[in-house]
């Protein structure tokens, strides 16, 4: 079974800032394999990531995916007001067990 | 538009069982896989297995469990009304969550669960 990792636990940033969010998977995945959801209070989560670097429909470009192998990383280039929530990657696909990170909230500093 | 309803909130009490459902709409329900994810007060989320609501092939398992929650529940789909359940036989207070299912897209490649119902509470408690 394949876990995964986030870092940081908490990010606190303002508005405007650039958020950097890390994912690693504790052996190599394929890129088409992971995603990226954002959680906000009382919310179902939402795709916004999906094969590691692809938009899904309807997210705005300041959310982009990159990364291979054991590292992916989630970047939101300008923080707006509604970006504040916890994001979490997830691994799926071709393995039989799927799994979810942790989770990393980005707060308001 | 694509769609996922789940059942209302339930309250339960330890050692009886239950069946959550969640209805699609606006797609073919058997081309897609459906998921469950479990989300315990104040934590993250956790996978809990899927179902292919479609044809099974030889060989194939047209439903998957995490290593955590098989043998726990129980993962079905009923394609004539187009519904995923979740069931439990003998609930217990650790099972205390918000439930969400969420369909899972491919599309060529995987694009993860692009779909999501609005959750079920359960409370389970004497």
């Known amino acids: 079974e394949i876990v995964l990792t986030q870092s940081p636990g908490t990010l606190s940033l303002s508005p405007g800032e650039r958020a950097t969010l890390s994912c690693g998977a504790s052996q190599s995945i394929s890129s088409r394999d992971l995603g990226w959801y954002q959680q906000k209070p009382g919310q179902a989560p939402r795709l916004l990531i999906y094969?590691?670097?692809n938009r899904a429909t309807g997210i705005p470009d300041r959310f982009s995916g990159s990364g291979s192998g054991t590292d992916f990383t989630l970047t939101i280039s300008g923080l707006e007001p509604e970006d504040f929530a916890v994001y979490y990657c997830?691994?799926?696909?071709?393995?039989?067990?799927?799994?979810f990170g942790p989770g990393t909230k980005v707060e308001i500093k | 538009e694509v769609q996922l309803v789940q059942s209302g909130a339930q309250v339960r009490k330890p050692g009886e069982s239950l069946m959550l459902s969640c209805k699609a709409s606006g797609y073919s329900f058997s081309s897609y896989w459906i998921g469950w994810v479990r989300q315990m007060p104040g934590k993250g989320l956790e996978w809990m297995g899927i179902?292919?609501?479609?044809?099974?092939?030889?060989?194939?398992?047209?439903?998957l469990y995490s290593p955590s929650f098989r043998g726990q529940v129980t993962i079905s789909a009923d394609r004539s009304i187009s519904t995923a359940y979740l069931q439990w036989s003998s609930l217990k207070a650790s099972h205390t969550a918000m439930y969400y299912c969420?369909?899972?897209?491919?599309?060529?490649?995987?694009?993860?669960?692009?779909?999501w119902g609005q959750g079920t509470m359960v409370t389970v408690s004497s």
């Open positions: 969420a369909r899972y897209f491919v599309a060529g490649d995987p694009q993860g669960f692009d779909v």
């Open positions: 997830q691994h799926y696909g071709s393995s039989p067990v799927w799994t």
């Open positions: 094969g590691a670097s």
């Open positions: 179902v292919f609501p479609g044809d099974s092939y030889p060989g194939r398992s047209n439903t």
